[in-house]
C-alpha cells in the first residue's frame, strides 16, 4: 500500500462516530433521566435514566465484506477538466484540496474517478487528425498536475476514455488516449480506464450505425471491438445509469465480451432534467432515495459477481443534471449522503465515488488562487462524506442493527478496525428525540457528537463535532465538543438526537 498523509489518521481518531443497513427506528417515549445535560461544550455528561429501554439493538457483523484497505471505500468523481482547476499545478499544488480528498479516506489509498461526459468530449491530439471543436484536448501538462496530485494522496485513478468517438476512427482515439494517460501520469498511478459513459444516451448510429434494434448486443459488439485493440489495458464500465440498463445489467455484461477489472454504475436518487421537475426536501429522505437506491443497485452487484468483477458506483450525487439550487448545497443532502453510503456498502458495492463538477449546482468543492494561496470551501454535503468517512475507515465492518420503523429518524452501525463500535442516528425530523441504544458487550461509557446545521434548508454553518473545515487548510479546525453518555444498568445509552442532526456514538469494547 502506498504511504498516505497523516492527516487521515489524525481525523479517524478525532471523529466521534458509527455504520449498518439503513431504516428508520421510532423515537422514544419522554421520560425523565437523572443527571441529563444537553449536548454542548465538551465534558457535557448525561447518565442514562435507569427506567430507558432500548430501541435500537446493536448486533454483529452484517454478511457484507469489510470495507478495503487496497482502496478507499470512498472517493470523489469529476470531470476531466474540473481536476486541474481545484488541484493547482504540479508547481504550487493545492494542498487544502488534497487534505479534503485524503479526508475521506482514512486507512486507505483515495481512488478518485475522472470522466464523465467529459471521458467522451476529450482526448489526446492525433497528429494528422483534426479535433472537433466540442472535443477537449489532454496535455503532457495536465498529466503532470493530475501526476502530483495522485502522487500527494498516495492514491490512483480511474480515468474515463472516448468511446463514443471510437468506431469512426478503428479505435485510435481510444489507443491515443490509453498511451498517453500511461506514459504522462503514470501506469502505476492508474487503477482502471472507464471505456465510454453512460452508453443509454449514446446515438444510435454510434452503437449500431443505426441497424437492428438489440441496443444491448450492439452495445456489445461497439465496447469489445474497441476493447481488443488496448493490449489488455484494465478497463472499468459500462458506467450506465438508466433503470432499464442498471437491472439488465448481467445482460450488458454479457455481451460486452471483454474481462473488466470493474464494473461501473451511476446512481442518482432524484431527477432534474425536464422543467417539469418538481423536487423538494423530503425527496431526499423517501424510502426511494435510501433504501430504493440500494436496493436498484444490489441486482447489478449480483449480476457484476457473476461475471467475476466487483461493482462500483463511481458517479453518485443526490440529483440528476448538475443539481438544484437550495436543495444540492443544503444541509438535507449532507443528511442523505450520510445514510445512502452505508445502504449501498450493505448492497455490496465495492465503493462510491461523490460526484463533484465545477460550475455545477451540485459543485461540492470550490478552490480558488490568490496571491496570498491557495483556499477552499465545502458544500454542507462534504460534511455528509466527511462524518461517514470517520465512522467506517478502512478495514470496518457494517453491523446488524434492528428496531421498529418511525417517520423522519434512521440508523445504521459499524465496528471499525479498532475495536470500537459507532452508532448513528439522524433525525431528520422538526423535533429533537431521545433514542435508547444497546450494543451487546458494551458497558462503559460512550461519547456522542453531532453532524448539525440550522435546518434542512441550510447551506451555511454546518458543523461537525463542533467544528467546521477550515479554507486555509482543508482539514476541520477547533476543539471537538463531545457529550459523554453513561449506560444504566441494563446497558441502555440514552442518546439525544437533535431535530434536522445525525448523532454519533462511539463506544469503546
Same mark, same amino acid.
Not at 77 to 97: K, M, N, R
Not at 136 to 149: E, K, M, N, V
Given at each position: 500500500?502506498?504511504?498516505?498523509?497523516?492527516?487521515?489518521?489524525?481525523?479517524?481518531?478525532?471523529?466521534?462516530?458509527?455504520?449498518?443497513?439503513?431504516?428508520?427506528?421510532? !423515537?422514544? /417515549?419522554?421520560?425523565?433521566?437523572?443527571?441529563?445535560?444537553?449536548?454542548?461544550?465538551?465534558?457535557?455528561?448525561?447518565?442514562?435514566?435507569?427506567?430507558?429501554?432500548?430501541?435500537? $439493538?446493536?448486533?454483529?457483523?452484517?454478511?457484507?465484506?469489510?470495507?478495503?484497505?487496497?482502496?478507499?471505500?470512498?472517493?470523489?468523481?469529476?470531470?476531466?477538466?474540473?481536476? *486541474?482547476?481545484?488541484?493547482?499545478?504540479?508547481?504550487?499544488?493545492?494542498?487544502?484540496?488534497?487534505?479534503?480528498?485524503?479526508?475521506?479516506?482514512?486507512? !486507505?489509498? +483515495?481512488?478518485?474517478?475522472?470522466?464523465?461526459?467529459?471521458?467522451?468530449?476529450?482526448?489526446?491530439?492525433?497528429?494528422?487528425?483534426?479535433?472537433?471543436?466540442?472535443? @477537449?484536448?489532454?496535455?503532457?501538462?495536465?498529466?503532470?498536475?493530475?501526476?502530483?496530485?495522485?502522487?500527494?494522496?498516495?492514491?490512483?485513478?480511474?480515468?474515463?476514455?472516448?468511446?463514443?468517438?471510437?468506431?469512426?476512427?478503428?479505435?485510435?482515439?481510444?489507443?491515443?488516449?490509453?498511451?498517453?494517460?500511461?506514459?504522462?501520469?503514470?501506469?502505476?498511478?492508474?487503477?482502471?480506464?472507464?471505456?465510454?459513459?453512460?452508453?443509454?444516451?449514446?446515438?444510435?448510429? &454510434?452503437?449500431?450505425?443505426?441497424?437492428?434494434?438489440?441496443?444491448?448486443?450492439?452495445?456489445?459488439?461497439?465496447?469489445? $471491438?474497441?476493447?481488443? =485493440?488496448?493490449?489488455?489495458?484494465?478497463?472499468?464500465?459500462?458506467? &450506465?445509469?438508466?433503470?432499464?440498463?442498471?437491472?439488465?445489467?448481467?445482460?450488458?455484461?454479457?455481451?460486452?465480451? @471483454?474481462?473488466?477489472?470493474?464494473?461501473?454504475?451511476?446512481?442518482?436518487?432524484?431527477?432534474?432534467?425536464?422543467?417539469?421537475?418538481?423536487?423538494?426536501?423530503?425527496?431526499?429522505?423517501?424510502?426511494?432515495?435510501?433504501?430504493?437506491?440500494?436496493?436498484?443497485?444490489?441486482?447489478? &452487484?449480483?449480476?457484476?459477481?457473476?461475471?467475476?468483477?466487483?461493482?462500483?458506483?463511481?458517479?453518485?450525487?443526490?440529483?440528476?443534471?448538475?443539481?438544484?439550487?437550495?436543495?444540492?448545497? /443544503? +444541509?438535507?443532502?449532507?443528511?442523505?449522503?450520510?445514510?445512502?453510503?452505508?445502504?449501498?456498502?450493505?448492497?455490496?458495492? $465495492?465503493?462510491?465515488?461523490?460526484?463533484?463538477?465545477?460550475?455545477?449546482?451540485? =459543485?461540492?468543492?470550490?478552490?480558488?488562487? *490568490?496571491? /496570498?494561496?491557495?483556499?477552499?470551501?465545502?458544500?454542507?454535503? %462534504?460534511?455528509?462524506?466527511?462524518?461517514?468517512?470517520?465512522?467506517?475507515?478502512?478495514?470496518?465492518?457494517?453491523?446488524?442493527?434492528?428496531? *421498529?420503523?418511525?417517520?423522519?429518524?434512521?440508523?445504521?452501525?459499524?465496528?471499525?478496525?479498532?475495536? *470500537?463500535?459507532?452508532?448513528?442516528?439522524?433525525?431528520?425530523?422538526?423535533?429533537?428525540?431521545?433514542?435508547?441504544?444497546?450494543?451487546?458487550?458494551?458497558?462503559?461509557?460512550?461519547?456522542? /457528537?453531532?453532524?448539525?446545521?440550522?435546518?434542512?434548508? !441550510?447551506?451555511?454553518?454546518?458543523?461537525?463535532?463542533?467544528?467546521?473545515?477550515?479554507?486555509?487548510?482543508?482539514?476541520?479546525?477547533?476543539?471537538?465538543?463531545? @457529550?459523554?453518555?453513561?449506560?444504566?444498568?441494563?446497558?441502555? %445509552?440514552?442518546?439525544?438526537?437533535?431535530?434536522?442532526? !445525525?448523532?454519533?456514538?462511539?463506544?469503546?469494547?
Amino acid at each position: 500500500m502506498m504511504s498516505r498523509l497523516p492527516l487521515a489518521a489524525r481525523l479517524a481518531a478525532l471523529l466521534a462516530a458509527g455504520a449498518a443497513c439503513v431504516a428508520p427506528v421510532p !423515537a422514544a /417515549s419522554a421520560r425523565a433521566t437523572t443527571g441529563l445535560r444537553l449536548p454542548g461544550a465538551g465534558g457535557a455528561t448525561v447518565r442514562t435514566a435507569a427506567a430507558e429501554r432500548a430501541i435500537v $439493538q446493536v448486533g454483529g457483523p452484517a454478511a457484507v465484506p469489510p470495507t478495503s484497505t487496497a482502496e478507499g471505500f470512498l472517493g470523489i468523481s469529476t470531470s476531466l477538466s474540473t481536476i *486541474s482547476v481545484l488541484s493547482g499545478p504540479a508547481a504550487d499544488p493545492d494542498t487544502p484540496f488534497i487534505h479534503l480528498l485524503a479526508n475521506l479516506s482514512p486507512g !486507505a489509498p +483515495f481512488l478518485l474517478r475522472m470522466g464523465g461526459v467529459s471521458a467522451d468530449t476529450s482526448w489526446w491530439p492525433i497528429p494528422g487528425m483534426k479535433m472537433p471543436r466540442y472535443i @477537449t484536448a489532454l496535455t503532457p501538462r495536465w498529466a503532470s498536475d493530475l501526476r502530483a496530485l495522485l502522487t500527494a494522496l498516495g492514491g490512483k485513478a480511474i480515468l474515463g476514455v472516448n468511446l463514443e468517438e471510437g468506431p469512426r476512427l478503428d479505435s485510435s482515439i481510444a489507443r491515443a488516449e490509453i498511451a498517453g494517460f500511461n506514459r504522462y501520469v503514470g501506469a502505476d498511478l492508474i487503477g482502471a480506464f472507464e471505456l465510454g459513459n453512460e452508453p443509454e444516451f449514446y446515438p444510435l448510429s &454510434v452503437v449500431n450505425g443505426g441497424r437492428g434494434h438489440d441496443t444491448f448486443a450492439a452495445y456489445g459488439r461497439l465496447f469489445s $471491438q474497441v476493447a481488443a =485493440q488496448l493490449g489488455g489495458a484494465p478497463l472499468a464500465g459500462p458506467g &450506465v445509469v438508466g433503470t432499464k440498463w442498471l437491472a439488465q445489467l448481467g445482460t450488458v455484461l454479457r455481451d460486452m465480451r @471483454t474481462h473488466l477489472t470493474l464494473a461501473t454504475v451511476h446512481a442518482y436518487p432524484m431527477k432534474n432534467c425536464s422543467r417539469l421537475a418538481h423536487l423538494l426536501m423530503s425527496g431526499f429522505f423517501t424510502r426511494a432515495a435510501i433504501r430504493g437506491l440500494a436496493d436498484s443497485i444490489r441486482g447489478a &452487484v449480483k449480476a457484476a459477481a457473476a461475471h467475476g468483477v466487483p461493482l462500483r458506483v463511481d458517479e453518485l450525487n443526490g440529483i440528476t443534471c448538475g443539481g438544484k439550487a437550495g436543495l444540492s448545497n /443544503s +444541509f438535507g443532502e449532507a443528511l442523505w449522503a450520510l445514510n445512502a453510503l452505508p445502504a449501498l456498502w450493505h448492497a455490496g458495492v $465495492q465503493g462510491v465515488n461523490f460526484q463533484t463538477v465545477d460550475g455545477h449546482l451540485n =459543485q461540492m468543492i470550490t478552490a480558488r488562487h *490568490s496571491a /496570498s494561496g491557495w483556499r477552499v470551501s465545502v458544500e454542507p454535503v %462534504y460534511y455528509g462524506l466527511l462524518a461517514f468517512a470517520g465512522v467506517a475507515p478502512a478495514g470496518s465492518r457494517l453491523l446488524r442493527i434492528s428496531s *421498529s420503523t418511525a417517520d423522519h429518524l434512521y440508523r445504521f452501525a459499524v465496528r471499525a478496525p479498532d475495536g *470500537s463500535e459507532r452508532v448513528v442516528l439522524t433525525n431528520v425530523g422538526a423535533a429533537a428525540r431521545t433514542v435508547g441504544v444497546r450494543a451487546a458487550g458494551a458497558r462503559g461509557a460512550g461519547s456522542v /457528537s453531532l453532524l448539525s446545521a440550522r435546518s434542512l434548508g !441550510a447551506t451555511r454553518g454546518t458543523t461537525l463535532d463542533g467544528r467546521r473545515v477550515s479554507t486555509r487548510t482543508g482539514q476541520l479546525t477547533g476543539t471537538p465538543r463531545l @457529550t459523554r453518555v453513561i449506560p444504566n444498568a441494563t446497558g441502555v %445509552y440514552a442518546v439525544r438526537v437533535p431535530a434536522h442532526a !445525525a448523532a454519533i456514538l462511539t463506544l469503546a469494547r
